[in-house]
């Protein structure tokens, strides 16, 4: 049973352009999610976090929106840039248990100039 | 430093042997984790060390071992593994902070293969 889906497995965005990954979870009991971004070769690089007490979060060109009421979080990236490219991860936890992050599968950026 | 290393990168063991793969930051976290990285899967976690002590075991087989030498240090022995077992994997860190523990920094990972 997947709690956390990214049904989109890819994603390809224009140079310059908004990308934006989705993430659906089913676990209520989350309140903090977390966006990673991995490169082949390398372990997930931590991104940008939100609190359920909270709807958006902001952090340079990057900002992640929540809607608890959807179990639908989002990551928007403006603007996209080659760089970019990359496997990124949504994953969830309940705030007093931080330890287990579960993981969705995963969305694969591509930029392209 | 805000780097988690990860050694060996690669690994070809057969299902008799006995290896261990380690892990080690310099970060001051005193909450470190394994995780298991299938392909085209996301990571799964095996197990959680917090203060040095085993605090998670996500019902992981008992032919992998884990091992908390110290704050810095965490080492994964294998043995007797089958080609299932096959995977990245990953090793984190983090700060334990007031109400649980915060982003969790990850190493590049070890590919193993189980022949």
């Known amino acids: 049973d997947q709690q956390v889906k990214q049904n989109s497995p890819s994603l390809s965005v224009q140079e310059g352009r908004i990308s934006i990954l989705n993430c659906d979870y089913t676990?209520?009991?989350?309140?903090?999610f977390l966006w990673y971004k991995k490169y082949p070769a390398e372990g997930p690089t931590f991104l940008i976090s939100?609190?359920?007490?909270?709807d958006k979060n902001e952090d340079g060109r990057f900002t992640v929106f929540l809607n608890k009421s959807a179990k639908h979080l989002s990551l928007h990236i403006v603007p996209s840039q080659p760089g970019d490219s990359a496997v990124y991860f949504c994953a969830a936890s309940r705030a007093y248990n931080t330890d287990k992050l579960i993981f969705g599968t995963g969305t694969r950026l591509q930029v392209f100039p | 430093d805000t780097e988690v290393t990860q050694t060996p990168k690669h690994l070809v063991m057969g299902m008799t042997n006995k290896k261990s793969l380690k892990c080690e930051q310099h970060?001051?976290?005193?909450?470190m984790y394994w995780y298991k990285q299938k392909a085209k899967k996301p990571p799964e976690l095996m197990f959680v060390?917090?203060?040095?002590?085993?605090?998670i075991n996500e019902s992981v087989p008992s032919r992998f071992s884990p091992e908390c030498p110290n704050s810095s240090l965490l080492n994964l022995h294998l043995h007797a593994l089958q080609p299932e077992d096959s995977a990245l994997y990953l090793c984190?860190?983090?700060?334990?902070?007031?109400?649980?523990?915060?982003?969790?920094?990850f190493g590049p990972g070890t590919r193993l293969t189980v022949l």
């Open positions: 970060m001051g976290h005193r909450a």
């Open positions: 984190a860190s983090s700060q334990v902070i007031a109400g649980g523990l915060g982003e969790q920094f």
């Open positions: 939100i609190s359920s007490i909270k």
């Open positions: 676990n209520s009991m989350f309140d903090y």
């Open positions: 060390y917090s203060y040095e002590k085993l605090s």
